[in-house]
Antibody, heavy 113, light 106 residues
Framework: QVQLVQSGAEVKKPGASVKVSCKAS????????MHWVRQAPGQGLEWMGI????????TYAQKFQGRVTMTRDTSTSTVYMELTSLRSDDTAVYYC??????WGQGTLVIVSS | DIQMTQSPSSLSASVGDRVTITCQAS??????LNWYQQKPGKAPKLLIF???NLETGVPSRFSGTGSGTDFTFTISSLQPEDIATYYC????????FGPGTKLEIK
């Protein structure tokens, strides 16, 4: 069926990097843009950026420029979001979303010393 | 960057009540506005796109209006399953979410 399955929870130390994956299935991978959105505990939704799986072009929110990289692997229909120089306030659930309508289950990233 | 505000930040209503949430953009976004519902521990769900278009499968008690900078989201008759947090999102220039409105049952 049409779905996005994300990688499991991560615990990282401040200053480290994290790479979250999002595997698509059930549809033509390159036909739909993919967003990354995060949500800190008890907080609202924050848009991080978008990748076009057809070609790999990206646009990032200004807040994350220089710290985030979104990539894709068309051979496995997977998109990735890497966030570097992690801080405690990067603790959040990270979602991938195929345009507005199809969302992954979320990946909890905890940044703690 | 386009900023989005929502009001109220929380509200309590009774089953059957008409509920209205407003969303304001910091500049004209035409009708490039979505409304989402998010229940605890779940991913957001798209309810309304293009300010007023009901997503397939979404009950008709949900509706949206507005254009430019001012938008309204309405639940015509609140049901217990509507308890959630609701977010607006602009997509005229990149993407920005509003801060959310938490809806509770009175």
């Amino acid at each position: 069926q049409v779905q996005l399955v994300q990688s499991g929870a991560e615990v990282k130390k401040p200053g480290a990097s994290v790479k979250v994956s999002c595997k698509a299935s059930g549809y033509t991978f390159i036909s739909y843009y993919m967003h990354w959105v995060r949500q800190a505990p008890g907080q609202g939704l924050e848009w991080m950026g978008i990748i076009n799986p057809n070609g790999g072009s990206t646009t990032y929110a200004q807040k994350f420029q220089g710290r985030v990289t979104m990539t894709r692997d068309t051979s496995t229909s997977t998109v990735y979001m890497e966030l570097t120089s992690l801080r405690s306030d990067d603790t959040a659930v990270y979602y991938c979303a195929r345009e507005e309508r199809l969302w992954g289950q979320g990946t909890l990233v905890i940044v703690s010393s | 960057d386009i900023q989005m505000t929502q009001s109220p930040s929380s509200l309590s209503a009774s089953v059957g009540d008409r509920v209205t949430i407003t969303c304001q953009a910091s500049q004209d976004i035409s009708n490039y506005l979505n409304w989402y519902q998010q229940k605890p521990g779940k991913a957001p769900k798209l309810l309304i796109f293009g300010a007023s278009n009901l997503e397939t499968g979404v009950p008709s008690r949900f509706s949206g209006t507005g254009s430019g900078t001012d938008f309204t989201f309405t639940i015509s008759s609140l049901q217990p399953e509507d308890i959630a947090t609701y977010y607006c999102q602009q997509y005229d220039n990149l993407y920005t979410f509003g801060p959310g409105t938490k809806l509770e049952i009175k």
